[in-house]
Structure formats: structure tokens, C-alpha cells
């Protein structure tokens, strides 16, 4: 069983609210109401990231703080809502729908390819470059340079400092080329937004193109291969899946319920608050856990179980709530189904070798694998 169930059910066991001794002490949320209420309440919970001496107190959504912020993530309205403002058009749900075909491409090509060669990895030969290709072409860079900025990162270890430093750097080259050179893609749109009437930085831009870049291929990856995972182990449910369309669509919400690759959030009390009948003080750290929340027994009966028909299993919280609710949410679960049910109808008979199964070494809250070797026959 993972750590993280045995904590927070710990802690649930004593309340919606509870208090954690690590990283320097802070408050952890697991009530699926109560999480929800934190993520809506920004002016409560702040979700900023001060570097300027301004707000000492507000440390972002890192347990401990992020190296570097993420601006987007990292700030409360109205300036988030400016800064999402400038993303949001590419991920209306009528724009996701067109990316269907370049999705389905990327897919066809990585099980063509590992039908060829009867072996393989789901992570690095099929996850990873569905979501990155996609991604790519969404965001407006070349996607033959995918891997420049995926597969050290993927599988490095504690430190990435110098794996995001060398992608940042080459984030900030293409933010100077669509600057001499705009078309119509998120880099562009980005690089002539204005926030706060003025146009953004390059660093502001990086930043928020790696959140995008970098976080999007975590988050997703994580949902393809812990779906197969499941599937490879329950060989009864493929035909279920292949058979009914609307059942594999709920299948992934209750793949993202249990198992969710963000695990949760971090918040800054900006005032003194009761909240779970916990005393909170200006200036606590407070995590909104995710994970936990989806696994509420009062919200999801049996909530250890994966149950492809749960009926209310999109209620999960694994793209997060409110303002800063995952803007890609829509383009993630379409990437998820497409893969998961192209694996089913055309490598049925797939065999993960559990044995060489491995997760990241540390990646925080992310939640997620390095290596997936299975066997196609």
C-alpha cells in the first residue's frame, strides 16, 4: 500500500483537517468537501509565491517551496485570471476536439510500432510520446525535438535543478523566435499577451510554458500507464472496454480517482481561520491533498476500489478545483482514452513484466513511472 493512503487515512480517522511534522509543519486536508472548499477559497488559501518581499508569508503550492515559481500556478486573481486568460482559448473543449486526429496519429504510430517489434515500454514508447508530440504541436514546438526535453527529465533523479535549468533555456529560445516570428500557437499567443497592461517577460512566459511542457507530460503519462497497469491485471474488464465507449470514458475518471499523478497542492493561510475545527494561523502551510480527497469513504463508496461504472467517479479532484483548476484537463483525458483503447483493440494480449516496473525517484507530489516493460504477442 502506498504511504500516502496509510498517512491520510490516518488522518481522516481524526478529522477532515490534520496536522504533519514534515517540512517544517504543516496542515494537511482530506475531506473531499473541505479540499474543495480550500481550492474555491483562494482569499483564504492563497496560492501565491512571493519572491518579492511583499508576502513573506505566501510560499506557493510547493511542500517545501518550489525552487523557482511557477507564475500561473503561483498567483491569485486577478492577475491569474489575466495570465489563464491568454491560454484558455486553445482549451475550449470545440478546440480540443480538433486535436483528435493528431492525437490518434501519434497513437496509431506507437502501437504500430510496438505490434512491430512485440515488445516494448508503455512509458517511454507509448505515453510519454503521445503526450509530448501532442503537446508540442499544441504549444508551437518542433516535435521532433521532443525528447530533448522529456527523456532526461523523466528519468532523472532527486535533483533536477540542471535538467529544468537546460529545458528553461531552451524554452526561452523558442519564445525569441515566435517573438521575430509569431503563428498561431500557445508560444505566440504568449509572447504577445499583455497582463497588467504591459506584455509579459520571457521569464514569465518560460515559466509558464514549462508548467505546461513539463507538468502536462507527467500528469498524463501517469493516468495512460497506471491505467494499463490495472487493466494488465484485471484481464477481465478488456472486453467490457472495447465494447462499450461510454465504459472506458468513466473507466479513466476512476483511473484519476485512485490513481491521481498530482497527489495535492500546497496553500498559504493568509489569515487566522478555524477550518475543519482546526485553529489554522496566518501564515501556516496547508496541503490540499488530492488524493485523499478521491478516496473520501463519505463521497465514494468503497473507495479503495477501482470500479469502472462508479457513477460518480468524475467527481474526483485530480485536475484540482476552482480558479486553477487543470486548463488541460479536457485534452488529458482525451489523450488518455485514445491510448487505452488503441492498446486494447490492437495489443490485446499485452504482458507487463511487473518486476521491472519502476516509479520516478522523486518527483515531489507527481505521482508516476519511469519503466513499463511489457510483451506483445
Known sequence: MDLWRAQTDALRSRGPVGWSKKSGGHWVVVDHEYVRRAALDW??????????????????????????????????????????????????????????????????????????????????????????????????????????????????????????????????????????APRSDIVSALARGEVGGRLMRDDEIVSMLSALVL??????????????????????????????????????DEFLRVYPSSLGVGRTAMRDVEFGGCQIARGDRVFLSWAAANRDPKVFEAPHEVRLDRPNAAQNLSFGAGGHRCLGSGLARLMGRAAVSAVLEHLPDYRIDHAGLQRYASRGVVRGWVAVPAVMT
Open 43 to 180: 482569499q483564504t488559501f492563497s496560492s501565491l509565491h512571493d519572491t518579492s518581499g511583499e508576502c513573506l508569508i505566501a510560499k506557493g503550492i510547493g511542500i517545501p517551496p518550489l525552487a523557482f515559481p511557477l507564475i500561473l500556478s503561483e498567483s491569485d486573481p486577478p492577475l491569474q485570471q489575466e495570465r489563464r486568460k491568454i491560454e484558455q482559448p486553445f482549451f475550449h473543449p470545440s478546440e480540443v476536439k480538433r486535436w483528435e486526429p493528431v492525437i490518434q496519429r501519434h497513437v496509431a504510430d506507437a502501437v504500430e510500432m510496438l505490434r512491430g517489434r512485440g515488445r516494448g515500454d508503455l512509458f517511454s514508447d507509448l505515453a510519454m510520446p503521445v503526450v509530448a508530440k501532442t503537446v508540442f504541436e499544441l504549444v508551437g514546438i518542433d516535435v521532433d525535438r521532443w525528447t530533448q526535453f522529456t527523456l532526461s527529465s523523466a528519468s532523472a533523479g532527486a535533483d533536477l535543478s540542471g535538467e529544468i535549468d537546460r529545458v528553461h533555456g531552451m524554452l526561452g529560445e523558442v519564445v525569441a523566435e515566435r517573438r521575430r
Open 215 to 252: 507538468g502536462g507530460f507527467d500528469t498524463t503519462s501517469g493516468l495512460i500507464t497506471c491505467a494499463l497497469i490495472w487493466l494488465d491485471e484485471h484481464r477481465a474488464a478488456h472486453a467490457q472496454l472495447r465494447a462499450d465507449p461510454a465504459l472506458l470514458a468513466n473507466a479513466m
